[in-house]
């Protein structure tokens, strides 16, 4: 059985999507964009899979950091390992934007919030 992605009809709709979704979500690059699934499918048919649900559309660069257990720092936009998770509600206390399931914030960022600025 061929893979999904070899396919035309699926390559046509990856082309499709990524031209409504045509940014990486976590560096706003527009070059060399790839859908990153959030949830690895059961199987190379899966519906979803194959539908594009719960996909993150990411640069190479980012996809491969993301890949490495890497997050984004909502604040300054680095890579990191190991930050700061905060909920929805410490995201609004602190100031900043609340855009994705869970948010991370590096050491150096969280420190300039007030909430951060309680633990120096």
């Given at each position: 059985m061929?893979?999904?992605?070899?396919?035309?009809?699926?390559?046509?709709?990856?082309?499709?999507?990524?031209?409504?979704?045509?940014?990486?979500?976590?560096?706003?690059?527009?070059?060399?964009?790839?859908?990153?699934h959030?949830?690895?499918?059961?199987?190379?048919?899966?519906?979803?899979?194959?539908?594009?649900?719960?996909?993150t559309?990411?640069?190479?660069?980012?996809?491969?950091?993301?890949?490495?257990?890497?997050?984004?720092?909502?604040?300054?936009?680095?890579?990191?390992?190991?930050?700061?998770?905060?909920?929805?509600?410490?995201c609004?206390?602190?100031?900043?934007?609340?855009?994705?399931?869970?948010?991370?914030?590096?050491?150096?960022?969280?420190?300039?919030t007030?909430?951060?600025?309680?633990?120096?």
């Amino acid at each position: 059985m061929r893979k999904p992605w070899g396919l035309v009809s699926w390559r046509k709709r990856r082309e499709d999507f990524l031209k409504t979704r045509n940014k990486c979500e976590w560096c706003g690059s527009t070059e060399k964009l790839t859908i990153d699934h959030n949830k690895k499918p059961n199987t190379q048919n899966d519906k979803d899979y194959l539908d594009f649900k719960d996909v993150t559309v990411l640069c190479n660069r980012c996809a491969y950091a993301r890949l490495k257990g890497f997050k984004l720092c909502i604040s300054c936009h680095h890579y990191i390992k190991y930050g700061i998770y905060l909920t929805k509600q410490e995201c609004i206390n602190t100031g900043l934007i609340w855009k994705r399931k869970v948010h991370a914030v590096c050491w150096e960022c969280f420190f300039k919030t007030p909430m951060g600025k309680k633990f120096k």
